[in-house]
């Protein structure tokens, strides 16, 4: 016959183990329910029913401190953190963050002009400068950087022309894909013709291409302006019709740069570039007689001159 101590024993191992089998099927059972209401609304539910049944091992193997661990944990956790948190005003957004930088006025000291450091050969220098420059705009920096290539330090025209050479392929690509979408655009759509005159015309400008490349990409600019102009042409800017005048005077496509500058004059003809383009095309070509006849259109307009163009009013004068 069992004496009273295993009685005991077995009862608490009883109950523990009744207790342990009925927290186990009851978690089960409720997250089955639960996760089919959910799943009807269309809402993700996270499947713990492995949790029960790692508790339902503990609680076997550790009688009645198992079950009093989860339990007092239970109670803690309805006790202390009864209400759940109001997040409704809190917005979580990196825009709001701004992140001041002090000023790295040592190496502000040390850096001189990229020209500078070609000119003296001053490896040093010369390094420094190409590692800060690409820290910031590179497009703004591609002429300068192209000096580079031609640099005496090995290193120095190999990182150049690395740099150079991803830059001129990531305009190559995102000239052709804005180009593919203008030709879907809609007839009263003119932003990305807009955008690709601008974009192109900033790094066009520096003449980085090989004569052939720059003026295939002239072409397309000249095209893209094309397209807005037939679509709206109240919407083309000075700086736009100057933009293509210019870069197709560089690449000696005379004809269609006159085209841009007469239309120029056309519809801003109280402004200074209406005026300077067709000089420069004209002086270019080597065709005095209109050269001189827009030289005495602007002399008698009211159109305000800057210092570079007086001088050269002065000197043809």
């Given at each position: 016959m069992p004496d009273w101590n295993e009685k005991v024993f077995l009862i608490v191992i009883f109950l523990n183990t009744l207790i342990a089998v009925v927290y186990f099927l009851w978690g089960t059972m409720a997250v089955a329910t639960v996760k089919e209401r959910q799943m009807e609304e269309g809402e993700k539910l996270f499947d713990n029913r492995r949790a029960y049944l790692l508790k339902l091992i503990i609680m076997l193997l550790c009688p009645i401190i198992g079950p009093l661990f989860f339990a007092l944990a239970y109670l803690t956790d309805k006790l202390l953190f009864w209400t759940t948190a109001d997040l409704e005003d809190v917005i979580f957004s990196k825009d709001r963050v701004k992140t001041q930088l002090k000023a790295d006025e040592?190496?502000?000291?040390?850096?001189?002009?990229?020209?500078?450091?070609?000119?003296?050969?001053?490896?040093?220098?010369?390094?420094?400068?190409?590692?800060?420059?690409?820290?910031?705009?590179?497009?703004?920096?591609?002429?300068?950087?192209?000096?580079?290539?031609?640099?005496?330090?090995?290193?120095?025209?190999?990182?150049?022309?690395?740099?150079?050479?991803?830059?001129?392929?990531?305009?190559?690509?995102?000239?052709?894909?804005?180009?593919?979408?203008?030709?879907?655009?809609?007839?009263?759509?003119?932003?990305?013709?807009?955008?690709?005159?601008?974009?192109?015309?900033?790094?066009?400008?520096?003449?980085?291409?090989?004569a052939i490349e720059q003026k295939r990409f002239v072409k397309i600019m000249a095209d893209a302006a094309e397209k807005l102009w037939q679509k709206d042409m109240l919407k083309m800017k000075e700086e736009q019709y100057e933009s293509v005048c210019l870069r197709m005077m560089e690449v000696k496509e005379y004809e269609g740069s006159e085209k841009w500058c007469l239309r120029l004059a056309e519809q801003y003809p109280d402004k200074l570039s209406a005026y300077?383009?067709?000089?420069?095309?004209?002086?270019?070509?080597?065709?005095k007689e209109a050269f001189f006849s827009t030289l005495n259109d602007l002399k008698r307009s009211d159109v305000v001159i800057d210092r570079e163009t007086l001088e050269l009013i002065r000197v043809f004068s």
């Open positions: 040592e190496r502000a000291r040390n850096m001189v002009p990229l020209e500078e450091a070609l000119a003296i050969n001053e490896k040093k220098n010369l390094r420094l400068v190409m590692m800060n420059m690409v820290k910031g705009e590179i497009q703004d920096s591609l002429s300068a950087i192209a000096l580079a290539l031609d640099s005496g330090d090995s290193e120095s025209s190999h990182y150049a022309a690395s740099v150079m050479t991803d830059e001129l392929n990531e305009f190559r690509t995102k000239v052709q894909a804005l180009f593919r979408e203008i030709q879907n655009e809609k007839e009263e759509e003119t932003g990305l013709e807009e955008l690709l005159i601008a974009y192109m015309d900033k790094v066009l400008k520096l003449q980085i291409f090989t300077t383009c067709r000089l420069k095309l004209y002086f270019t070509q080597q065709n």
